[in-house]
């Protein structure tokens, strides 16, 4: 049952009956309160939410990245009280009075205990559960961060070299968790979750050793450690890994299962040899981004429909169409996750499995025994599934399994590298599948990139350059009605002026037509042009658009033209 407040927002307009019901129903999949699926599903903001529940249970509402917390209010409450219950000290009034910071109020147990350990009258004033976290990082974390800089400046000031024998002692010492290597590289992996990461590298050169992580799509530098700790934090970040230490001379694969804070992450690992030693690259696989709504993946209102409308056909060939990054598992999972029912079996293939998801049966791609994406999809038609995942169409024998997966009434989903969705068509036949199969079986493709977005904190109206207007051919429509926004940059967005990143799509439906020119080999510039004329959207258009709206801005339009994201 959702709380009174949230019934309210139907009653106030903030959102529709329609949109309460999707997220009441999300929520009872997901084993998450309403409010949260609501926004997974993008139809309310946290400051909406938090400001709903303040003004329903008569408290304050906060804002506490406008705010400056004293050091002494800070210490009142025990930083793993803090963090355990995502509770904030905020002030401390003339008559002793602590005013404490909460996400939900409802929770009684926790005043209770506060109000025993400190011994004091609490005042609660509700704030965002994002920004408590981010605050009790900052304020309690402070000495964390500094731990990362002393430690690199204590090493750069240290004659140690780690040779052979010192990898060994990293070995050694792999649950230990005080020791200086394995700090180093909890607090490295800490802080690029903190900062919202999808990866981090880790690179030797001649004279140094250069740490990387990648945010919203860019590379940020960090402060590099010295390059003689090269070999012991690549030997520790192996054993983390369950990988060999003693081969250097191979690429090498492993998965690290971590903990920070309240959330578990998996740590995808590749190694690399390069000629100053072995790269690493640590992709950082969080299960909450696959946890979004497919309203909330950045779907126009025609291609949410049409979207809709594909993933619920009984059989036939979806592809999804895009370079690595560019969120196509992301898109698929949610499509997996609206059709994932007790009366629908759906299975996948993947290279590898990247997320473990309830109530789906994964298989992963083992080469080393023969395990291909073509004896799996074979195999798996045995198991008499409703719908078929296969991670990727790489070669002719993999996309003609899928096809007749399609065209013995299976729903296939499926993912290709190319620039576009006309040329998805092509590409089949160029890998040697008949064009009559792919006139017959492809449904639909879609092409998707990632924008960033402006950030939240500091977005302000900004006037773009005419010439890039001119350029992107905008229309005096479009001008009219434009809400040209872009981010000033802040601590909120590490002064880049985007925080997150949506989808931008192309997604070119099947028809008579195009199957007509598809069968006869026409080239992709004539079935773009054809699907075009059709209605079809391209992935500048529906970017342009996004700016149009202020999500984001036209120098990301202007790099996707160019081929960036």
Not at 327 to 350: F, H, Q, V
Not at 364 to 373: A, D, T, Y
Not at 430 to 438: E, I, K, R, T, Y
Not at 538 to 543: G, I, N, S
Request: charged share 25%; glycine share 6%.
């Amino acid at each position: 049952m959702a709380a009174d407040w949230v019934q309210k927002l139907v009653k106030d307009g903030t959102i529709s009956k329609d949109q309460f019901n999707e997220a009441r129903d999300l929520s009872s999949r997901l084993g998450i309160k309403v409010e949260d699926a609501l926004m997974k599903l993008g139809y309310v903001n946290p400051s909406d939410v938090g400001q709903a529940q303040a003004k329903q249970f008569g408290y304050d509402y906060v804002d506490l990245s406008s705010l400056q917390i004293a050091a002494s209010v800070v210490q009142m409450v025990p930083e793993s009280v803090a963090r355990e219950n995502i509770v904030l000290p905020v002030a401390l009034d003339d008559a002793g009075v602590l005013t404490v910071a909460m996400h939900d109020p409802m929770k009684f147990e926790v005043l209770d205990k506060l109000r025993f350990i400190i011994n004091r009258e609490i005042k609660v004033v509700v704030a965002q559960k994002e920004e408590i976290l981010q605050a009790v990082n900052r304020y309690y974390g402070q000495s964390e961060t500094e731990s990362v800089d002393s430690m690199i400046a204590e090493f750069t000031e240290t004659a140690i070299d780690f040779t052979e024998t010192e990898m060994a002692a990293a070995a050694s010492v792999a649950d230990d968790e005080n020791a200086p290597i394995v700090k180093l590289v909890n607090l490295m992996i800490t802080e690029a979750v903190n900062m919202r990461a999808s990866d981090i590298h880790v690179e030797p050169f001649e004279e140094k050793l250069r740490i990387r992580y990648r945010i919203d799509g860019e590379l940020l530098e960090r402060d590099s450690p010295p390059r003689r700790l090269h070999s012991a934090v690549v030997s520790r970040i192996k054993i983390m890994a369950n990988i060999d230490i003693s081969e250097k001379r191979k690429p090498q694969d492993g998965r690290i299962k971590t903990r920070v804070g309240t959330r578990d992450f998996d740590l995808r690992v590749s190694m690399l040899p390069t000629g100053f030693g072995q790269a690493v690259v640590m992709r950082i696989l969080d299960r909450d981004n696959i946890k979004v709504g497919i309203r909330n993946l950045g779907f126009s209102e025609v291609n949410y429909r049409t979207f809709q409308n594909i993933i619920r056909r009984p059989n036939g060939i979806f592809l999804v169409t895009g370079p690595t990054g560019s969120g196509k598992t992301t898109t698929l999972y949610s499509a997996l996750g609206e059709l994932n029912r007790p009366d629908r079996k759906i299975i996948t293939a993947e290279d590898p499995v990247e997320y473990y998801l309830p109530g789906i049966n994964q298989v992963e791609v083992k080469h080393s025994i023969g395990l291909n994406f073509s004896r799996i999809i074979r195999a798996m038609l045995r198991q008499a599934p409703n719908v078929i995942l296969v991670g990727e169409i790489r070669d002719q024998e993999t996309a003609e399994a899928a096809i007749q997966a399609s065209l013995t009434g299976h729903l296939v989903f499926s993912t290709l590298h190319t620039n576009d969705a006309p040329s998805s068509i092509t590409r089949l036949i160029d890998m040697g599948v008949a064009p009559f199969l792919v006139a017959s079986s492809v449904m639909a493709v879609m092409a998707q990139r990632l924008v960033r977005v402006n950030c939240p904190k500091c977005v302000g109206p900004t006037k773009p350059d005419p010439r890039d207007l001119e350029y992107l051919e905008v229309s005096e429509e479009q001008i009219a009605r434009a809400k040209w926004q872009k981010g000033k940059g802040c601590s909120h967005c590490q002064h880049t002026g985007y925080r997150g990143r949506k989808a931008v799509f192309e997604l070119m439906t099947m028809n008579s037509n195009l199957r007509d020119m598809t069968f006869k080999q026409e080239p992709s510039q004539n079935l773009r042009r054809q699907a075009m004329m059709l209605g079809m959207k391209t992935l500048v258009q529906d970017a342009l658009e996004k700016a149009v709206q202020g999500i984001t801005t036209i120098p990301e339009v202007m790099n996707l033209h160019r081929g960036g994201h």
